[in-house]
Nanobody, 115 residues
C-alpha cells in the first residue's frame, strides 16, 4: 500500500484526534509530505505540510494553532495532531506528497466533528 491514512472518527467540537499515515518508502523517503482534506461538495485542500527532515512545516490558515504535523522517518509515518476541532474540520483526510501529490490518494480517513 502506498499510502494508508487512519485515526479518524467522530468527535465533539473542542475535541482532539491524531491521524496517522503509513507510506511506502518510495513515496516517503526524501519527500515533503502533506495532509489534505476534502469536505462534501468541496475541492480537496492542503491542511499541513512537512519537509523531508521535519524542519519545515506549513499550515492552512484555518488550522494554524490547532493542528500539528509531524513525521517519523524511521517508520515512514506522517502524523497530524488535531486539537480544538470544529465542525468545519469535518472531511475525509488524506496524506500524499507535497507540493505535488504523486501517489494514489487511497481511501483516506473520515473525521466528523459534531457541534
Amino acid at each position: 500500500v502506498q499510502l494508508q491514512a487512519s485515526g479518524g472518527g467522530l468527535v465533539q467540537a473542542g475535541g482532539s484526534l491524531r491521524l496517522s499515515c503509513a507510506a511506502s518508502g518510495s513515496i516517503f523517503n526524501g519527500n515533503f509530505m502533506g495532509w489534505y482534506r476534502q469536505a462534501p461538495g468541496k475541492q480537496r485542500e492542503l491542511v499541513a505540510a512537512i519537509g523531508s527532515s521535519g524542519g519545515y512545516t506549513a499550515y492552512a490558515d484555518s488550522v494554524k494553532g490547532r493542528f500539528t504535523i509531524a513525521r517519523d522517518n524511521a517508520k515512514n509515518m506522517v502524523y497530524l495532531q488535531m486539537n480544538n476541532l470544529k465542525p468545519g474540520d469535518t472531511a475525509v483526510y488524506y496524506c500524499n506528497t507535497y507540493p505535488i501529490p504523486r501517489a494514489s490518494w487511497g481511501q483516506g480517513t473520515q473525521v466528523t466533528v459534531s457541534s
